[in-house]
């Protein structure tokens, strides 16, 4: 309560619209216009667009489970407080949900430094005479600008949203539309000889392209951080969780087969400007440097709603008692939770000065080994001790796609580079000693004090 009686919280401002336009301008970030030639060298074809469906599959079938899971619990920090749920708030269940707060801090900066990066490689493209350096030095300051437009209160950021979206949307399409006149079918389909010969060297690429794919499929989920600032968060969450997927998936779909029919596969495997390369071949250097404006638009849209977004991750930790109490503090004036916003942002700031491949491998391996897959296995869990639990939305076809779920976030770590999953790997042991360090001093689970009870520590 504050002085005049009335509740601090968070206000429940966003709307399906905002809602939708922050989860499809998290998908629809700088990535696809970056990854697309990563894709294509991953399997050495345009067979390697079988991960944008496999991708998109598995993030439907995960979506299902976020929806469930957002409607049931809406509550801001997503994974945090399912995972304390499922797996009890004093026990197990407190390490887990600590494991997600501790790879936030590293994960989330990594998501808004790609976007960073992004935006400072099409912008050398407008001044090629940036050296390297001051290509790393510039997008380490985005994220800092990011800090200064997110200090307001939620409302106007919900409404920032909307036009960001605008620019995302015209991008996209622009591409689209350019290209449907010139669909090639010859192009699009120019596989290599023994393109689908189902090996070990097969189903590594493919595992190497899906985690392109997730990469820039992922977002879906971030309304879900957000759900105590959502009006209706019970039908809201799953309709921007769902309609957001689908809709993407249609565009990235659109996007490269567009592309694929003006650039062949062997040329545009090399490009370091697709988008901005594809447009100029079509309409002229203008037009080109037009595109690369938008793609400026789309990569600073993306870091912007990513950074929001997660930024109540820790603020929820925090104010459940499991986290640093520092972050659970709320501007007095804007009501958002500005020690987490401003954290995160100088963080991402630091990160942006890595390479943007170390950058994506590190991030997704991190988030599938410490987030989605134990959150698929405690979706599970969670309707076996709680089959009463009011669920506004039920998952689909329920357990198929949480099965798949599973097995598809394994498959993903089980084909990831060596480099990023040791990455991921290091992180968890030192949450966990983190925990462990914290958990000791405290006389909280494993190190129960004499007479006190998971009851008492919940």
């Known amino acids: 309560m504050d002085g005049t009686g009335h509740k601090v919280g968070l206000r429940r401002d966003l709307g399906f619209i905002h809602a ?5 301008t998290d998908m629809v970030g700088i990535g696809p216009f970056i990854t697309i030639p990563l894709f294509l060298a991953t399997m050495g074809g345009p067979q390697a667009m079988l991960g944008w469906l496999v991708g998109a599959g598995l993030a439907f079938c995960d979506g299902l489970v976020w929806a469930e899971l957002g409607s049931a619990m809406p509550r801001a920090g997503g994974s945090y407080h399912y995972l304390r749920e499922a797996f009890g708030p ?3 269940g407190r390490w887990l949900s600590f494991l997600i707060v501790w790879q936030i801090m590293f994960s989330a900066p990594l998501s ?24 790393r030095l510039f997008a380490s300051t985005i994220p800092l600008f990011l800090i200064i437009l997110l200090y307001r209160r939620i409302r106007v950021v919900g409404n920032l949203s909307v036009v960001m979206l605008g620019g995302v949307l015209i991008g996209c399409f622009w591409i689209i539309v350019s290209g449907l006149p010139h669909l090639s079918a010859s192009r ?23 985690l392109y794919a997730l990469y820039d499929y992922f977002g879906y989920y971030n309304v879900c951080y957000l759900a105590e600032e959502i009006r209706e968060p019970g039908r809201i969450i799953p309709m921007a969780i769902l309609f957001s997927i689908a809709a993407v998936a249609v565009i990235y779909i659109l996007m490269n087969t ?87 942002g100088v963080v991402a700031a630091g990160f942006s000065l890595l390479r943007l491949p170390d950058v994506i491998v590190s991030l997704v391996a991190t988030r599938v080994l410490l987030q989605y897959l134990p ?18 939305f039920k998952m689909w076809l329920y357990p ?33 000693a983190a925990y462990l360090f914290r958990a000791r001093a405290r006389g909280e689970w494993p190190f129960l004090k004499a007479g006190k009870t998971e009851a008492t520590q919940g």
Not at 406 to 426: D, E, N, P
């Open 112 to 135: 808004v430094a790609s976007g960073s990066i992004g935006f400072a490689n099409y912008f050398h493209y407008l001044v090629p005479g940036m050296t390297p350096w001051q290509v």
């Open 188 to 210: 699009i389909f120019d596989f290599p000889p023994h393109a689908f010969h189902l090996n070990v060297i097969f189903w590594a690429g493919l595992g190497h392209a899906t």
């Open 20 to 24: 939708t336009s922050l989860a499809i």
């Open 258 to 344: 567009s592309i694929l029919s003006v650039i062949p596969w062997r040329e545009a495997q090399h490009s370091h400007f697709i988008a901005s390369e594809y447009i100029q071949k079509l309409q002229g250097r203008f037009a080109g440097q037009m595109m690369t404006l938008l793609m400026l638009w789309i990569a600073f849209a993306s870091a912007f709603s990513l950074l929001l977004g997660y930024s109540r991750i820790p603020y929820a930790a925090a104010a459940d008692g499991n986290f640093f109490k520092v972050f659970a503090k709320l501007h007095p004036k804007h009501e958002i939770p500005h020690i987490s916003l401003v954290t995160l």
């Open 400 to 432: 198929i796609p949480g099965l798949i779920s599973m097995m598809g976030w394994i498959y993903i770590l089980s084909t990831s580079a060596r480099g990023a999953l040791l990455f991921a790997l290091v992180i968890f042991a030192l949450g966990t």
């Open 90 to 92: 004093a026990g197990v």
């Open 375 to 392: 959150q698929a296995i405690g979706f599970f869990v969670l309707r076996f001790k709680r089959p009463d639990m009011e669920r506004p």
